[in-house]
């Protein structure tokens, strides 16, 4: 068990409350271990701690638009890494007709987010529908291929030598922000038993980020049947329920959707604002040095963001100071509308992001700019 040094106590004006009740006049900053799960220290500043007259170097903020990151692909494997480490690599993927070859990773399980389109699924477990919205779940193994009803866009994360879990939810109990139930399984259906038995079909296989392929005289698609505990899920990310508090502005990992080695993924799903007149409305200005911080732009207005829009990516290093953008600020302690409308992905890494050369050529450089205050 880690011992940290350190001893709580509270020193000039400050708050005795994290995120509320806030001197006048000052911004919270909060700097912390572990993500948000260790100790912390809030310190009260006078002036924003983003309002820096320019930022230079690898800490910078940065932003991508995802959408112009690549050109549509019949295999996900040719979608090339946005962000990666040895533990997680970002894809964005672009599927505009149906797969011609099955898919199969084994460096890793795969999560799909469905940006756009609409598309069926088959697997080695059946058959499922997916659409926009929807969190689709890919154990390392398995193969699979869409067929697309409407263009699809991908927002593709691999575990990479892992596998996605279910947080533990604590005192909060196993059904809260989404009950198991929810998560829907392919089905051997008669799509499923539809599909040409006897045409040649190839798999890519992934493989220390190398791909071999096996090729078959018919479709290796043909299981009749399975039993177990395992197999590929769906859930669609309006069907998430977040952790609310009209008192107290939750930290992000309250919206903790999976956990793999090494990183989470959260959802921002609307939610009322809190309501407690001392309560801040906005993101917390915060350092995060333990975790790199990117976040995928699904729909909605970004409550805390400036010049973002639908299908861009952010990515925050750690130890970066962010928080909420001017124009955001200024809703800090009332906001305009009772509830947020956006919908987010957030991945949290705990070991630093290399930058791919598909997210260079499509980086918002004008980004750091958007913290100054005026801007």
């Known amino acids: 068990m880690?011992?940290?040094?350190g001893v709580s106590r509270v020193e000039g004006q400050s708050s005795r409350q994290a995120h509320a009740d806030l001197p006048a006049g000052t911004f919270e900053r909060e700097i912390?271990?572990?993500?948000?799960f260790g100790p912390a220290a809030h310190l009260y500043h006078r002036r924003p701690p983003t309002g820096w007259e320019s930022m230079e170097g690898p800490l910078r903020p940065r932003a991508f638009n995802a959408l112009q990151s690549s050109c549509a692909a019949l295999s996900p494997w040719s979608a090339a890494a946005l962000l990666a480490n040895s533990h997680a690599r970002l894809r964005f993927w672009r599927l505009t007709s149906s797969m011609t070859a099955l898919a199969r990773n084994g460096d890793g399980d795969d999560l799909l987010f469905v940006h756009s389109g609409r598309g069926d699924l088959y697997c080695d477990y059946g058959h499922l529908v997916i659409e926009a919205g929807d969190y689709v779940i890919i154990p390392r193994g398995t193969m699979w291929r869409i067929d697309c009803s409407a263009p699809l866009e991908c927002l593709m994360v691999e575990a990479t030598n892992s596998s996605y879990h279910l947080p533990d939810k604590g005192m909060l109990g196993p059904h809260a922000i989404f009950d198991p139930a929810m998560l829907d399984a392919p089905r051997i259906d008669d799509a499923f038993r539809a599909q040409p038995a006897d045409q040649p079909w190839a798999i890519e296989i992934k493989k220390r980020d190398?791909?071999?392929v096996a090729r078959y005289p018919y479709n290796p698609l043909d299981v009749v049947g399975w039993h177990g505990d395992l197999s590929v899920v769906r859930i669609?990310?309006?069907d998430i329920r977040p952790v609310i508090s009209h008192r107290y502005h939750l930290p992000p990992s309250a919206h903790t959707t999976f956990i793999a080695d090494r990183f989470v993924v959260c959802s921002f799903v609307p939610r009322p604002f809190e309501t407690d007149p001392g309560a801040i409305k906005v993101p917390f200005f915060h350092n995060n040095d333990d975790y790199?911080?990117?976040i995928f732009y699904h729909a909605g207005h970004y409550f805390g963001r400036d010049n973002i829009a639908p299908g861009m990516l952010s990515f925050h290093a750690a130890g970066f100071t962010h928080g909420p953008h001017p124009k955001a600020l200024a809703n800090m302690m009332q906001q305009p509308k009772p509830a947020t409308d956006e919908?987010?992905?957030?991945?949290?890494t705990r070991d630093?992001?290399?930058?791919?050369?598909?997210?260079?050529?499509?980086?918002?450089?004008s980004y750091v700019e958007s913290w100054k205050s005026g801007k």
């Not at 630093?352 to 450089?365: N, Q």
């Open 2 to 5: 880690k011992k940290y040094i």
């Open 292 to 294: 790199d911080e990117v």
């Open 343 to 348: 919908y987010a992905v957030m991945i949290d």
């Open 32 to 36: 912390s271990k572990e993500g948000f």
């Open 236 to 238: 669609n990310i309006r």
């Open 352 to 365: 630093p992001l290399d930058i791919g050369a598909a997210a260079s050529a499509c980086e918002l450089t």
């Open 210 to 212: 190398a791909v071999s």
